[in-house]
């Protein structure tokens, strides 16, 4: 019987460690696509290192909005595409509106195609780093800064800049009441 | 071997009527339960397969919304997977592991009957839910976000009952290792224990490693829904597609732990209607072992293309294609079994033949979904479906028939009627071809899984399928009148119900006595 006992007892850690793994997988996922790039994954804090290099190099960066779930928003970027010169700070916005007729929160989240070069995308100021507060019929610009590093690989001519953006409101008041 | 059966107990001490099936520790009592709730599962599922295909018999919508349709498709897919399939194994197990290795029970009797009550509970909740106003789950079995996030009320039903059914086949998990690691004859190491039993043992490894990971992803999926966590909502930081890969990391095992018992079962048929040994019993042992730990390094082939690297796709590729190695070793061990071999048809090697060649057919589908780029125009179409029902239905399916008909006789001591046996195989090959193969032609030219209209240009195939499929229903009703016929005559079976059969179960008496092995007997 106590075979039995010990095969039980290392089985059930067995089972316990397994479900600790599922979770594990979370923040294992997380840091292999920051450190690889994948999904598109671009730096969630504002980059500072403003070292610009005159090499004259140019790519296109466009520009692409979505609003999550039908959200009551109107979302566009004020220009849908910009010539830049690498290592280079740029400044651009995008337009949003709330068709709604009460308040709202939003959050957005971006995304840089193709992804294996978003870590060669460097934001230094994005709304994407905060959440906005928009009231009824409000109109407001979302500014962006951004600079194309200079390690950008010669064969990429075009970088597409997507942003989602979400409708926040209800989770956050959920939120409040807990 | 020796029998060693002089007192076979008469039934003791036990409450009769359904007190006696709701109480009962014995293994044999639970294996039967376990393969009459599979039938009826399996009857369930078939039903909602049948309002699929008659569905899409023509193009247009004629009988079911799309909604009702895809909770049709999701609901057939859980309860043919958790409902039919995996509890026809356990039930196998329970009937045999403890005669083939000679143990007089199972290691955790107690354990064994609750792990098997908790099914019923579990799809009542799950099949209660086609009754709530907002229906029943219709983001497909694999619960994809944010679709499965943005379903009705059902949800949270749904994946509690999945816990339920993830809890049960862990418990039994436990309990079949516990019983094989711990309750073989003396005597019997472990490269002596029949093939089933290894298979088995193995199957167990993979439940325990793989079903808390899925219980990990939907408590994920709840959390997201109700608790304001953001694993998979893009609002909150996290992603979708972090979920494919967690399922996938169950999903990928719980395709083997659907076939590797069925493979145990066709490795013990063959050589008992070939009339010889099983070739290379080692090289099997170590080709289910290698399948199984490749299970665990192939998930993300189900989603090439949700945008991965170039490495990452071409490193699951390969490790896919390396799967069709030993399970190469595996179809060239049965067929080097059969050679020159004095074989006989009987309606279970019928169905162990069908299985090798029409396995083998979803095995080849596979390799052909396995190539990435190719797997780009495959992705999510009828191909897919084609191919995980070639290894499903006349895969795993089959070789449960198969064992249903070999074991019969010494699980009730009757013989079933040989002819209608025959019959009862070929309808169900034929229709399981006439419904599955086309699959293979309009998913090639486009036709996408998961919905309940289409383009008009795959109509005659659908048709095909379609009544291939009411087909195939009818013949499983003839299997049902085999059992209820064969239950009714008396005892007849001799102990060794098949010339060639080999094992410890056919050294006890026909019906196999409620307490098998009391002394263990003797291996040589």
């Known amino acids: 019987m106590s075979g039995i006992k010990s095969t039980i007892t290392k089985l059930s850690l067995v089972v316990v460690a397994m479900y600790a793994f599922s979770y594990a997988l979370v923040p294992i996922y997380d840091t292999f696509c920051e450190i690889t790039g994948l999904n598109g994954k671009t730096n969630d804090v504002a980059y500072t290192d403003n070292d610009i290099n005159k090499e004259d190099r140019f790519v296109k960066v466009k520009f692409i909005s979505n609003v999550a779930n039908s959200a009551p928003l109107y979302f566009e970027p004020s220009v849908t595409e910009m010539t830049v010169q690498v290592g280079k700070p740029y400044n651009t916005h995008y337009v949003m509106k709330n068709n709604s007729s009460r308040q709202l929160h939003t959050t957005a989240s971006p995304s840089v195609t193709p992804g294996k070069y978003a870590e060669y995308f460097k934001k230094i100021e994005c709304f994407c780093f905060n959440q906005q507060t928009i009231n009824s019929g409000e109109v407001k610009d979302l500014g962006v800064q951004f600079i194309v590093d200079n390690d950008l690989p010669d064969n990429i001519g075009d970088i597409v800049l997507s942003y989602t953006m979400f409708d926040i409101t209800n989770n956050i008041s959920e939120s409040n009441k807990l | ?524």
């Open chain 2, 1 to 524: 071997m020796s029998t060693n059966i002089d007192h076979i107990k008469e039934e003791h001490h036990q409450p009769s009527g359904i007190m006696r099936w709701i109480t009962t520790t014995n293994h044999k009592d639970i294996g039967s339960l376990y393969l009459w709730f599979s039938l009826l599962m399996f009857f369930i599922g078939g039903f909602m397969a049948l309002i699929i295909r008659a569905e899409l018999f023509q193009p247009g919508l004629q009988f079911v919304v799309p909604g009702f349709f895809n909770q049709m498709t999701t609901m057939h897919a859980l309860i043919m997977i958790f409902g039919a399939l995996m509890p026809a194994f356990v039930g196998l197990a329970n009937w045999q592991l403890p005669m083939m290795i000679g143990a007089p029970d199972m290691a955790l009797p107690r354990l064994n009957n609750w792990s098997f009550w908790i099914l019923p509970f579990a799809f009542t909740m799950l099949i209660s839910t086609l009754f709530f106003e907002s229906g029943g789950p219709a983001a497909g079995w694999t619960l994809y976000p944010p679709l499965s996030l943005q379903g009705g009320n059902s949800m949270p039903f749904v994946i509690f009952s999945l816990h339920l059914l993830g809890a049960s086949s862990i418990l039994g998990a436990i309990n079949v290792i516990a019983t094989i690691l711990n309750m073989r004859a003396p005597g019997m190491t472990l490269m002596k224990m029949p093939i089933f039993v290894w298979t088995w043992l193995i199957t167990a490894f993979l439940l325990i490693a793989a079903m808390p990971v899925l219980a990990g992803a939907i408590t994920m999926l709840l959390t997201d829904r109700f608790y304001g966590t953001s694993f998979f909502t893009a609002a909150g930081g996290g992603d979708p597609v972090l979920f494919q890969h967690i399922f996938w990391f169950f999903g990928h095992p719980e395709v083997y732990i659907l076939i590797l018992p069925a493979f145990g079962i066709v490795s013990t048929i063959i050589p008992a209607f070939s009339r010889k040994k099983l070739f290379g019993y080692d090289s099997m042992v170590y080709a289910t072992a290698s399948i199984a730990l490749l299970s665990f390094i192939v998930w993300a082939h189900h989603m090439f293309t949700v945008g991965m690297p170039l490495a990452g796709e071409i490193f699951f590729m390969f490790t896919t294609m390396l799967i069709a190695v030993p399970t190469g070793v595996k179809v060239f061990n049965w067929i080097a079994t059969m050679w020159r071999g004095s074989m006989t048809f009987e309606t279970p090697m019928l169905f162990s033949l069908a299985f090798i060649v029409l396995f083998t057919i979803g095995g080849f589908s596979g390799l052909m979904l396995a190539i990435t780029p190719a797997d780009f125009q495959y992705h999510d179409t009828y191909f897919v479906v084609a191919h995980f029902h070639y290894v499903l239905v006349p895969g795993a399916i089959f070789a449960v028939i198969a064992a249903v008909y070999y074991w019969l006789p010494k699980w009730t001591g009757k013989m079933y009627n040989e002819t209608l046996g025959k019959i009862h195989f070929w309808m169900t090959t034929i229709f399981v071809n006439i419904t599955f193969f086309p699959m293979h032609f309009v998913g090639l030219a486009g036709m996408p899984r998961r919905i309940p209209d289409y383009a008009v240009q795959f109509t005659d195939f659908n048709m095909i399928a379609s009544v291939g499929a009411f087909g195939f229903g009818l013949s499983q009703l003839l299997f049902v009148y085999i059992l209820f016929l064969t239950l009714k005559q008396p005892v007849t079976a001799a102990d060794k119900s098949w010339e060639g059969a080999e094992g410890l179960e056919w050294t006890l008496p026909s019906p196999a006595p409620y307490h098998s092995f009391d002394k263990p007997p003797k291996i040589d």
